[in-house]
């Protein structure tokens, strides 16, 4: 599934892209036979759909219920994942209008959480759950905790290193910000969740603190080259 999902991505992404303007896309609904009466006009669209999940905690009869619901934020509207009306999980469909994810790795992931659009964790599974697959999760999207597991601060400081790394000819100089000992990359989320027992703790990065340092080092020597993708300078 994975290798035919790498195959089909950049076959369909062109397929959107080229055709995103075009009327003459049609959907053939299931079950309906192969005639020009049964098709209908569909839209593809080049921006791409991007999940985003909401954790839950739920007290039961038998103690505590958590739950993972799979979001998806496509064409400026909001919707559950159980909304998709295609049975493949390699686009989101939704009212005629057809989003493809963003690489293959979001597809395996929305799929973990198909059909329903919702996981389901155990209390007894739940730290595992957080720390295993949510906090890993957050780092590349939106997660949304219920505030009975979270403890927010909005004021969080970077504590600062520098790695020189050699790369052929050139040496780079790789700046790292570190959030209450969890370190985090430059195209990473805004927000660290950092592990609390049960709960999480949410540091809203300084990205400030950060810039400032990164113009710091670039004004220390006029032969630097920057790297926005991962905020290294490089000699």
């Known amino acids: 599934r994975e290798l035919m ?16 303007d075009s009327p003459f896309v049609f959907l053939l609904p299931e079950k309906k036979a192969f005639k020009t009466s049964n098709l209908v006009p569909l839209q593809l669209q080049a921006e791409e759909a991007r999940p985003h999940f909401i954790v839950r905690k739920t007290p039961v009869a038998n103690g505590t219920h958590y739950s993972i619901q799979c979001r998806v934020k496509a064409g400026g509207m909001e919707y559950d994942l159980s909304d998709n009306e295609s049975s493949s999980p390699l686009f989101f469909l939704y009212n005629q209008q057809s989003y493809l994810w963003t690489n293959n790795e979001v597809i395996h992931l929305v799929e973990k959480f198909l059909p329903s659009g919702k996981m389901n964790v155990p209390a007894e599974e739940w ?19 219920d505030k009975s597991l979270v403890q927010e601060i909005k004021d969080g400081n970077p504590e600062v290193k520098l790695f020189l790394l050699e790369k ?14 969890y370190e985090t ?22 990205r400030i603190r950060e810039n400032e340092f990164i113009r710091q080092l670039q004004n220390l020597h006029s032969g630097f ?11």
Do not use: C, W
């Open 5 to 20: 999902a790498e195959y089909l991505l950049p076959k369909l992404k062109k397929m959107f892209t080229d055709s995103a």
């Open 127 to 145: 730290v595992k759950t957080l720390n295993q697959f949510l906090l890993p999760l957050a780092k590349d999207h939106k997660v949304d905790f």
């Open 168 to 181: 052929g000819e050139y040496l780079v100089f790789q700046p790292s910000f570190s959030y209450k000992g």
């Open 185 to 206: 990359k430059a195209r990473e989320r805004d927000e660290v969740v950092v592990p609390q027992g049960e709960k999480v703790l949410i540091v809203h990065r300084n």
């Open 225 to 235: 080259i920057y790297n926005e993708d991962s905020a290294s300078l490089a000699l």
